[in-house]
């Protein structure tokens, strides 16, 4: 470990250590009121008038041309008051707060002789939001909370531009995603490994444009889950349901067995209000939730993993069949998900005072494999853990300028294994596998990796925001993070070698990879906001440096020498890689068009690490000769000198609203995608083809969306949104050079755009709410999409360019009917959610000579029938070519 990293830990323990024992804290991302207020006969501005947010301490005052601002406000909804000695007071009720923006709220007064009452208005928000210089949606916990979903990615996917967790074409992993301003992804895979239950989200913003400056680390977009502050008065709510997959497709999905009300099942609640005993001192927030969720795609358990068979007779009836399996149906799908998260806020000065805010997440699942139908024993389970700890410290300097301050730290601990133990004596030789041959599927045996990673990451970050005046909104801000990463995969040996019993290998061989890596990034960035009345201009610079820890293979091509070799191996076949460091310009522009319309353009250069595994994969640089391994293990290595992947992104859109409740939203987008993450391929002696990451492939995209939104009014609200994009690239897996290599005959690499397989051409989502709010409200989610590429192939052997087909359309409804009760002061509600409501079988796989999930040409060509138990049509049955057939929920919950 070097002295640098310990320098940086150290201080990071200190601060975090400090702060949660001395400091004012505030932890979430914040919105901002402005506006002008004016006598309501003469017009003119009125000076001094003060503004308050009713229930808080925070407010301002206008000045001399009549304007004011709040800043530093949660996201959410508000009543503001406004008043001054001789003039009548005026309170807006239902004032919407989003993270970033500002509301803008003007006031007039009227004079007054007598006192009287203060004088109640409710705002609605604007459906041209004027100061939006991207595409950004953000969507309210309440909102959520009546929308047929289960998570947050579920809303994501509803967004225009976002498929499948691609947003606007770019490849998964190149999202940040944030829970109150904390990076969740894991640095290792660069997918997100928690995120917030639905019941604690205030606010879920999504970031499909350009973005900025404050933020780095991303190329395609940006999510914030921003989640409840404690409250000033206890309240709270449970919510419970349970249900099953109903579904008439009984052939397809055999093994569910009968009706299971408890197949899936979703316990959760919340807590929030002042903590016992300290006089409005300290208050808390606190939420649980636990799903579980068996699938719709099952085995059943003819065979045990031990279990050995004979099939190796030309002569069917001389075949031995080991199967001491109880021939239960066993879910293969599963998810189990727990959530926990706490929230403790002290009021100390005038400041919001110290939150301090934890969250867990557990989750255990299975991704179903086709072939251990017979034996679902025997695949891999997966195990993640993570865990996030934040502090904040905001500094107030004047109504207009505060700073914050925030010490974090994120972990991820992720495990895949087939048993825990790897001693455990139900490891298998691999060599029952190939007991069985032709189309057949596996009669025992067991998937004998482990693999491991945690990640942590400290980050420690300073953000000074100041509105030098009414035009400018003044933003920089600096960033390090530290990041350890531990690696480690085995292969479990069971062979004649070890006597048919469970054994590790040597650390440092090929089947034994362990490393420990300690990066650390550093960034940098300043942006202004500039609000006139007919221009809102966001500009903003950053810079990112970035210091991998990790040493290069100079010479691939003398890669066979190490095999002679123990790590650590001689410095001389070595170099240490550089850091690196990139510039980061970006620039929004919104130009009001009238008091009903905007229209804006922005323009970027986003940059974007690599995930850590490519460029750490592999560490002792073993290409073994012969053997099968999975994941690419043996068979590719990383690189810690890869550059930055860079996005260079443009957009013009249209806000417009048509009547005072149905806005128009039109955008047209074009990103152009370099040094993507690509191989090289080499031979070692003159045999076996292995590959090296490098910075190599490239793409674009090109799309437009088009929008309308209904606000809920008369008892009806409605959204629909169109997205036409074109996704290329020269590959659409950084592995796909080494792939095509390794096809029978190999596949040369054509490098030339080609449509990426998350190219979806049309994409159609809509929202329908109807009812009575308090009484009964039924909500719909549509999804009409054109069908993704896919290559055509026969046997093994292409018959078309890639990705020159497609698979099916897709179309689905969700619906969810709630009805509301009031007992004993406290609200009740009973529900039913209905996933897939037509029980559409849309085909999200296909087989390649066909284009269609539910044959192939080989069903029907001569062959030998299959070594095993099963039949060609049940090999050629996959459930899991198919999205999830109907499923049905009925709950209740309970708010006080």
């Known amino acids: 470990m070097s002295n640098c990293y310990k320098l940086v830990r150290n201080l990071l323990q200190y601060f975090i250590t400090m702060a949660l024992l001395s400091v004012n804290l505030f932890a979430g991302t914040t919105g901002k009121i402005a506006g002008r207020i004016v006598d309501a006969k003469t017009k003119d501005p009125m000076i001094g008038v003060n503004v308050l947010i009713v229930g808080s301490s925070m407010g301002g005052a206008t000045d001399i041309?009549?304007?004011?601002?709040?800043?530093?406000?949660?996201?959410?909804?508000?009543?503001?008051?406004?008043?001054?000695?001789?003039?009548?007071?005026?309170?807006?009720?239902?004032?919407?707060?989003?993270?970033?923006?500002?509301?803008?709220?003007?006031?007039?007064?009227?004079?007054?002789?007598?006192?009287?009452?203060?004088?109640?208005?409710?705002?609605?928000?604007?459906?041209?939001?004027?100061?939006?210089?991207?595409?950004?949606?953000?969507?309210?916990?309440?909102?959520?909370?009546?929308?047929?979903?289960?998570?947050?990615?579920?809303?994501?996917?509803?967004?225009?531009?976002?498929?499948?967790?691609?947003?606007?074409?770019?490849?998964?992993?190149?999202?940040?995603?944030?829970?109150?301003?904390?990076?969740?992804?894991?640095?290792?895979?660069?997918?997100?490994?928690?995120?917030?239950?639905?019941?604690?989200?205030?606010?879920?913003?999504?970031?499909?444009?350009?973005?900025?400056?404050?933020?780095?680390?991303?190329?395609?977009?940006?999510?914030?889950?921003?989640?409840?502050?404690?409250?000033?008065?206890?309240?709270?709510g449970l919510s419970a349901y349970s249900g099953d997959y109903v579904t008439s497709r009984k052939s397809l999905f055999q093994y569910m067995g009968g009706f299971n009300p408890a197949r899936t099942y979703n316990l959760q609640g919340n807590l929030s209000g002042p903590v016992p005993l300290t006089d409005q001192f300290a208050k808390f927030f606190a939420s649980a939730r636990y799903l579980s969720d068996d699938g719709y795609l099952y085995g059943k358990r003819i065979f045990n993993p031990w279990d050995s068979s004979n099939f190796s007779s030309n002569n069917?009836?001389?075949?031995?069949?080991?199967?001491?399996?109880?021939?239960?149906?066993?879910?293969?799908?599963?998810?189990?998900?727990?959530?926990?998260?706490?929230?403790l806020n002290f009021k100390v000065g005038q400041s919001r005072g110290i939150v301090v805010e934890g969250l867990f997440q557990r989750h255990d699942y299975e991704n179903y494999d086709h072939m251990f139908i017979y034996d679902p024993d025997g695949n891999y389970k997966n195990y993640e853990y993570s865990y996030l700890a934040s502090i904040s410290y905001t500094h107030v300097f004047s109504k207009s300028a505060f700073l914050d301050l925030l010490a974090s730290n994120y972990t991820s601990d992720y495990k895949q294994y087939t048993y825990a133990n790897p001693l455990d004596t139900s490891y298998q030789n691999q060599n029952l596998f190939s007991e069985v041959s032709g189309n057949a599927l596996y009669v025992g045996g067991t998937q004998n990796w482990h693999f491991m990673h945690n990640t942590k990451t400290y980050t420690l970050k300073a953000d000074l925001t100041d509105q030098l005046n009414d035009i400018h909104e003044l933003k920089t801000g600096v960033e390090a993070d530290l990041n350890t990463l531990d690696y480690q995969d085995f292969q479990v040996l069971v062979d004649a070698s070890t006597g048919n019993k469970p054994q590790l290998p040597t650390p440092g061989t090929f089947d034994y990879n362990v490393y420990q890596n300690h990066p650390y990034q550093l960034a940098a960035y300043a942006q202004d906001k500039i609000e006139l009345d007919y221009l809102v201009v966001n500009i903003g610079l950053r810079f990112d440096y970035f210091q991998p820890d990790g040493s290069v293979l100079n010479d691939p091509?003398?890669?066979?020498?190490?095999?002679?070799?123990?790590?650590?191996?001689?410095?001389?076949?070595?170099?240490?890689?550089?850091?690196?460091?990139?510039?980061?310009?970006?620039?929004?522009?919104?130009?009001?068009?009238?008091?009903?319309?905007?229209?804006?353009?922005?323009?970027?250069?986003?940059?974007?690490?690599?995930?850590?595994?490519?460029?750490?994969?592999?560490?002792?640089?073993?290409?073994?000769?012969?053997?099968?391994?999975?994941?690419?293990?043996?068979?590719?290595?990383?690189?810690?000198?890869?550059?930055?992947?860079?996005?260079?992104?443009?957009?013009?859109?249209?806000?417009?609203?048509?009547?005072?409740?149905?806005?128009?939203?039109?955008?047209?987008?074009?990103?152009?995608?370099?040094?993507?993450?690509?191989?090289?391929?080499?031979?070692?002696?003159?045999?076996?083809?292995?590959?090296?990451?490098?910075?190599?492939?490239?793409g674009d995209v090109t799309g437009m969306t088009?929008?309308?939104?209904?606000?809920?009014?008369?008892?009806?609200?409605?959204?629909?949104?169109?997205?036409?994009?074109?996704?290329?690239?020269?590959?659409?897996?950084?592995?796909?050079?080494?792939?095509?290599?390794?096809?029978?005959?190999?596949?040369?690499?054509?490098?030339?755009?080609?449509?990426?397989?998350?190219?979806?051409?049309?994409?159609?989502?809509?929202?329908?709410?109807?009812?009575?709010?308090?009484?009964?409200?039924?909500?719909?989610?549509?999804q009409l999409d054109s069908g993704l590429p896919y290559t055509p192939s026969y046997q093994n052997q292409r018959t078309g360019l890639e990705n020159s087909a497609n698979k099916p359309t897709f179309f689905n409804v969700d619906i969810y009917l709630t009805k509301y009760l009031k007992l004993s002061g406290m609200n009740f509600s009973i529900f039913a959610k209905i996933y897939n409501l037509f029980d559409t079988p849309n085909e999200l796989d296909v087989f390649t000579d066909t284009g269609r999930a539910g044959y192939t040409l080989d069903e029907t060509r001569p062959q030998a029938p299959p070594r095993g138990v099963n039949t060609i049509q049940e090999y050629f049955t996959r459930p899991d070519f198919y999205s999830a057939p109907r499923q049905v929920l009925l709950g209740m919950s309970m708010e006080f």
């Open 65 to 236: 041309n009549g304007n004011y601002f709040i800043l530093n406000i949660p996201p959410g909804v508000y009543e503001l008051k406004a008043s001054t000695v001789g003039y009548g007071a005026v309170a807006v009720e239902n004032v919407r707060v989003s993270a970033d923006q500002t509301t803008k709220l003007n006031f007039e007064l009227s004079e007054e002789a007598v006192q009287v009452n203060t004088v109640v208005v409710t705002a609605s928000r604007p459906l041209v939001q004027k100061d939006l210089t991207s595409t950004q949606s953000s969507i309210s916990g309440s909102n959520i909370s009546r929308l047929p979903v289960e998570d947050v990615q579920s809303v994501i996917n509803l967004q225009a531009g976002v498929v499948d967790g691609h947003f606007r074409g770019g490849r998964l992993g190149e999202v940040k995603y944030l829970i109150d301003g904390v990076s969740v992804n894991d640095v290792y895979s660069g997918d997100p490994t928690m995120e917030a239950a639905t019941n604690s989200i205030q606010e879920l913003q999504v970031i499909t444009g350009t973005f900025n400056a404050e933020y780095g680390q991303a190329m395609s977009g940006v999510v914030n889950q921003i989640t409840k502050i404690p409250g000033d008065h206890y309240s709270g």
């Open 316 to 343: 069917p009836s001389q075949w031995y069949v080991g199967a001491t399996g109880n021939g239960q149906d066993v879910p293969m799908n599963f998810s189990r998900q727990l959530t926990l998260q706490g929230k």
């Open 557 to 698: 091509n003398n890669i066979a020498v190490l095999d002679t070799l123990l790590p650590p191996f001689p410095s001389r076949y070595f170099h240490r890689a550089s850091p690196k460091y990139q510039w980061s310009p970006r620039l929004g522009i919104s130009y009001p068009i009238s008091d009903k319309g905007a229209i804006h353009i922005s323009y970027g250069h986003f940059f974007q690490v690599p995930s850590f595994q490519y460029l750490y994969d592999n560490p002792n640089f073993r290409i073994p000769l012969t053997g099968n391994y999975p994941d690419l293990i043996g068979s590719t290595i990383g690189n810690a000198d890869l550059k930055p992947q860079e996005t260079v992104m443009y957009e013009i859109g249209l806000q417009q609203a048509l009547t005072d409740v149905i806005g128009l939203n039109v955008t047209a987008y074009y990103k152009d995608i370099r040094n993507l993450l690509g191989v090289e391929l080499f031979v070692k002696n003159n045999f076996k083809k292995f590959a090296e990451y490098i910075n190599t492939d490239y």
């Open 706 to 782: 088009i929008s309308f939104d209904k606000r809920f009014t008369d008892g009806f609200g409605a959204s629909v949104d169109y997205t036409f994009q074109v996704a290329k690239g020269d590959a659409s897996d950084p592995n796909e050079v080494y792939n095509l290599a390794q096809a029978s005959p190999p596949i040369e690499a054509n490098k030339q755009l080609v449509p990426l397989d998350w190219d979806r051409r049309h994409s159609l989502n809509f929202t329908l709410t109807a009812g009575v709010p308090d009484d009964f409200i039924a909500s719909a989610i549509g």
